[in-house]
């Protein structure tokens, strides 16, 4: 069974740093491009940020300039490094594959909290 796994998340202070990783099951990670949407409480999922197979991305105006997303295909593997983070960062980080710019497969999600 093809699954995404998220982890890294937790709690941080604001201005704070922190790395949230996806590592996928399927060999034919390098195939996809993927998406780390995120979804706080009372609000809609948005997608913050992505990435190509042939490795460009783009962010969303809320994150661009502090969050950097990037994928290792030979580990299966993407990141989201966020800096800078502020309150309005706090969520449940997920990660997916994208299809024409849809997202696919989804993960479990990881809990980012930014707080003092």
């Known amino acids: 069974q093809v699954q995404l796994v998220e982890s890294g998340g937790g709690l941080v202070q604001p201005g704070g740093s922190l790395t949230v990783s996806c590592a996928a099951s399927?060999?034919?990670?390098?195939?996809?491009?993927m998406g780390w949407y995120r979804q706080a409480p009372g609000k809609q999922r948005e997608l913050v940020a992505s990435?190509?197979?042939?490795?460009?991305?783009n962010y969303s105006d809320s994150v661009k300039g502090r969050f950097t997303i990037s994928r290792d295909n030979a580990k299966n593997t993407v990141y989201l490094q966020m800096n800078s983070l502020n309150v309005e960062d706090t969520a449940v980080y997920y990660c997916?594959?994208?299809?024409?710019?849809?997202?696919?497969?989804w993960g479990q999600g990881t809990q980012v909290t930014v707080s003092s």
């Open positions: 997916t594959t994208l299809v024409n710019g849809r997202p696919g497969l």
């Open positions: 399927i060999s034919i990670f390098r195939f996809y491009a």
């Open positions: 990435i190509g197979t042939g490795g460009i991305t």
